[in-house]
């Protein structure tokens, strides 16, 4: 099974963003498949928080690894893990580069919503059991986490491509959140302890070809 990770750069006074930092750290990682299939195989990658240039090294990334699962990450000012159902055709919010699309359409007459093509219950079922802080959640935002995740679905419904894709928040690096909730945060470790988890579980529930 082939993944593709995706992580964010850091954005506004936030110093560094787990999600990218996972996306790294996980980036050449080879598993072995706990379904005893074919071995399963990372790429990471980091993607800049803009609106104008996230799209391109995205869908280029999809497009070139082809791979079977598209596993997109991003933080979120919660304490806990969502694993998110839908994506809305709605942006806002300033980006890295200054830039705010006021309430614009992703996609110019595209679908209001798009829902998650991963087994979301299936993943939090599985990181509950293993003690993780973790909740379904209807609703990704309207900032970059929603964009992206919108426009992998968008991509993957237009060309009919055979990819689950969804995507995932989590906590702030403890570190980084310790002035503003009493370092409730997560560590870089959490963070690639339960997105592991997360690709196993897909390893698991891999569709019948």
Not at 57 to 83: K, N
Not at 138 to 146: E, P, R, V
Request: glycine fraction near 8%.
């Amino acid at each position: 099974m082939k993944v593709l990770i995706t992580g964010f750069e850091p954005f506004g006074s936030w110093q560094r963003n787990p999600s990218g930092e996972t996306a790294r750290s996980l980036d050449g990682i080879t598993i072995a498949s706990p379904a005893n299939l074919s071995p399963i195989t990372i790429t990471g990658i980091v993607l800049p928080v803009s609106y104008q240039h996230v799209t391109r090294p995205l869908l280029t990334a999809i497009d070139e690894l082809q791979p079977d699962v598209v596993l997109s990450l991003g933080q979120a000012t919660t304490d806990w893990i969502r694993v998110e159902r839908v994506a809305v055709n709605h942006c806002e919010g300033s980006d890295n580069d200054g830039f705010d699309p006021q309430g614009k359409a992703i996609i110019q007459g595209g679908p209001e919503t798009y829902y998650s093509l991963l087994p979301v219950d299936e993943i939090v079922q599985s990181l509950s059991h293993d003690n993780f802080n973790v909740q379904t959640s209807d609703s990704a935002g309207t900032y970059l986490c929603n964009y992206i995740m919108y426009t992998v679905l968008h991509h993957i419904a237009l060309h009919q491509l055979k990819i689950r894709a969804g995507f995932i928040h989590a906590a702030p690096l403890r570190q980084e959140d310790a002035d503003t909730s009493g370092g409730k945060g997560m560590d870089l470790k959490e963070w690639i302890e339960f997105t592991t988890k997360i690709v196993e579980v897909l390893d698991k529930e891999k569709p019948a070809q």
